[in-house]
Nanobody, 119 residues
C-alpha cells in the first residue's frame, strides 16, 4: 500500500506560481505512472499531468505550456510546477500513483491539497 502526501497548495493571485509536492511512503522506482489530478467544485476529477517511469510526460490541453511535472526518485517525490495560474485552475489537486500488479493495476491516491487562484 503506497501512501501519498501532497503539499504546497494555497492561495495565489492570477499569473502567479505554485509548486506542489507529492511524497510517497516508499520508493517510486517501482511505480509505473505518477500523476496529478484535480477536482473543482461541482465538476468531475480530471487529469492534469502524468509522468511515466521512463520519464515521458503527458498534460491536459488546458495546462500545456504552463505546468511541468517531474519526479525525483531519490526523494520518492513528484512535483507539479504551476506557472501563469488562472482562476479556472482553482481546485483540489490529488496525487496519483499506479503500479502494475499480477492481477492488474494498483491505484493509490493522496488526500489532496487545495489550490485557489484569486485576486
Amino acid at each position: 500500500q503506497v501512501q501519498l502526501v501532497e503539499s504546497g497548495g494555497g492561495l495565489v493571485q492570477p499569473g502567479g506560481s505554485l509548486r506542489l509536492s507529492c511524497a510517497a511512503s516508499e520508493s517510486i522506482n517501482s511505480i509505473n505512472v505518477m500523476g496529478w489530478y484535480r477536482q473543482a467544485p461541482g465538476k468531475q476529477r480530471e487529469l492534469v499531468a502524468v509522468i511515466i517511469s521512463d520519464g515521458s510526460t503527458n498534460y491536459a490541453d488546458s495546462v500545456k505550456g504552463r505546468f511541468t511535472i517531474s519526479r525525483d526518485n531519490a526523494k520518492n517525490t513528484v512535483y507539479l510546477q504551476m506557472n501563469s495560474l488562472k482562476p479556472e485552475d482553482t481546485a483540489v489537486y490529488y496525487c496519483n500513483a499506479e503500479r502494475a500488479g499480477v492481477l492488474g493495476w494498483n491505484k493509490y491516491w493522496g488526500l489532496g491539497t487545495q489550490v485557489t487562484v484569486s485576486s
